[in-house]
Each structure stands twice: as structure tokens, then as C-alpha cells.
């Protein structure tokens, strides 16, 4: 469950990768020591220096192609409101640089800063624009239910595409994925979490174990377990569940607001990513 990214901005070479479940975005920046400069101490300073400078606009492009929704990317977002752009380079303050290191040549410097991915100042704030929810429709007809703690949603593996015969695909990580039900009902998604939730842990929470031990505190004790039926949406990061399943959440409060909360973890392949 991990997105990377690499590249070069000016003379700087970078990778990135964003793991999912750790909630952190690890950022290398690979700066060429001056080699007309012969004191290695002063090349070294002069070579973090300028992985410092570039590391705001290297973390933006590191996120370009980073999966908001099924129909947008981090990118397609800064084209629509310029104005983020600001505010994600403003995220690079909350950096931790863990790591400076010459690499095996001695020729250049290595540089990692790693970045939140939730909290305050973190990647996902920028984008969580809302300060209310809209309500979650209750289901009115009778459905079976009770109160459950949290929702664990199995899909790894290949899924059938909803809308495309014949094609399966594995689900692919998103900040801001959304639930349907197999009347294609939308269940729940960002506009109906709790902006203050997402922000701290995220609208879904991302793991490639069914041993619910590492992620126990969000879905409680005794979550409702179910298999996918179907992945949804341009790059699938949509998931599909059964329309029985998805009435028994949204007939009882207790459950709608945990979907609410955001108290959902979606089992996928180790290996899904951007």
C-alpha cells in the first residue's frame, strides 16, 4: 500500500514513497556535491542547502499524480484551485529531516524529510476544504441491524469494474475514497465524514492483514465484517459492498455515525498503489 513517485527538479533528483497505513510521506532528495570545491564539509553544507530550498516545491511535485478520488488526483486539484498549492508547500514546515547521508560514490548527498499525512498541517488538511458534513440518509424501510463498532471491508484481490463487462481491477488507495452499495447507492464519502475526523486519521483507514490487532483501535471490537463485490469509478479506488450490508449500516444511528467518523479500514494487496 505504498504510492511513489520519482524525478528531477533543477538539478535535483528525488523518490518518494507514501505508505498508506503508516500515515507518513517519505521524501529523498539527492543533491550532487560541488566538485570544484575541495573542503568535502563546506561541498556537503552547499549540497543540504539546496536539497532545503527545493524540498517545498519537490514535495508538491512528488504528490502530482497522488489519488484524491476516483476523478482526481492531487494535480488536477492544484490545476482547479491554485490557491492549495500555497497552503501543500506550507506543509514542507512540518517536515523531520531523519536521515543526511553521502551515497556509495561520495558524490552526492542524500538528503530524507519525511511528512505527515494526517493532523494538523498534514497533506490531507490541505485538501479537507469543508467544515461540516452533509448528513448521512438514513435507510427508512425495516432492515436487519445492530449498533457495530467500526466496518472492515475485505478486498484484496481483483474485483469486477463496475460498468466495464469482462474487466477486473485491484483497488487502488485513495485519500478520499467512496462506498456504494450494489444499487450503486453512495453509502458514504467525503462530503458525509466528519471534516475533523479525516483530517486525524483519514476517511478510511488502508491494511494488507486480516489480523485486525493493528487496527483494533479503529474499528472497535466488533466491527461488521463483509467482502467487496465491486470496485467503481476511472481508477478504482471505489469499493462496492452488498446493498443488504449497506442497509444494515444506515438503518441505526450508531452506525451511521461511525461511518460518519470515518471508522472503516479497507483490507487490500500489499502491493496496491497510484
Do not use: C
Not at 500500500?1 to 503508516?22: I, K, P
Amino acid at each position: 500500500m505504498v504510492y511513489r513517485s520519482e524525478g528531477v527538479y533543477a538539478s535535483l533528483r528525488y523518490e518518494a514513497y507514501l505508505t498508506w497505513n503508516e500515515g507518513s510521506h517519505v521524501l529523498d532528495i539527492t543533491a550532487a556535491l560541488d566538485k570544484a570545491e575541495v573542503n568535502v564539509t563546506k561541498a556537503r553544507y552547499a549540497a543540504e542547502r539546496r536539497a532545503q530550498e527545493g524540498m517545498p516545491a519537490i514535495l508538491v511535485q512528488s504528490l502530482v499524480d497522488l489519488q484524491l478520488s476516483s476523478r482526481e488526483t492531487v494535480g488536477s486539484r492544484l490545476q482547479q484551485q491554485p490557491a492549495l498549492l500555497a497552503k501543500l508547500r506550507e506543509v514542507s514546515s512540518s517536515a523531520v529531516k531523519t536521515r543526511s547521508h553521502l551515497d556509495e560514490d561520495l558524490h552526492a548527498l542524500v538528503v530524507r524529510y519525511t511528512f505527515p499525512l494526517f493532523g494538523d498541517g498534514s497533506i490531507i488538511d490541505v485538501f479537507v476544504t469543508r467544515e461540516r458534513s452533509v448528513p448521512i440518509r438514513r435507510y427508512l424501510p425495516f432492515a436487519p441491524s445492530k449498533d457495530y463498532t467500526g466496518v472492515v471491508i475485505y478486498a484484496q484481490g481483483k474485483y469486477p469494474s463496475w460498468g466495464e463487462p469482462g474487466v477486473t481491477r485491484s483497488v487502488t488507495p485513495a485519500l478520499f475514497p467512496r462506498i456504494y452499495d450494489t444499487d450503486m447507492q453512495l453509502v458514504v464519502d467525503l462530503a458525509r465524514m466528519d471534516p475533523v475526523a479525516v483530517v486525524e486519521w483519514g476517511s478510511v483507514g488502508y491494511a494488507d492483514t486480516t489480523d485486525e490487532v493493528g487496527y483494533v483501535e479503529r474499528v472497535g471490537s466488533d466491527p461488521l465484517r463483509v467482502m467487496a463485490r465491486a470496485v467503481f469509478g476511472i481508477a478504482s479506488t471505489d469499493v462496492v459492498i452488498p446493498t443488504k450490508t449497506a442497509r444494515s449500516l444506515l438503518v441505526r444511528e450508531g452506525n451511521r455515525e461511525l461511518l460518519r467518523a470515518g471508522r472503516i479500514v479497507l483490507i487490500v494487496d500489499a502491493q496496491s498503489s497510484n
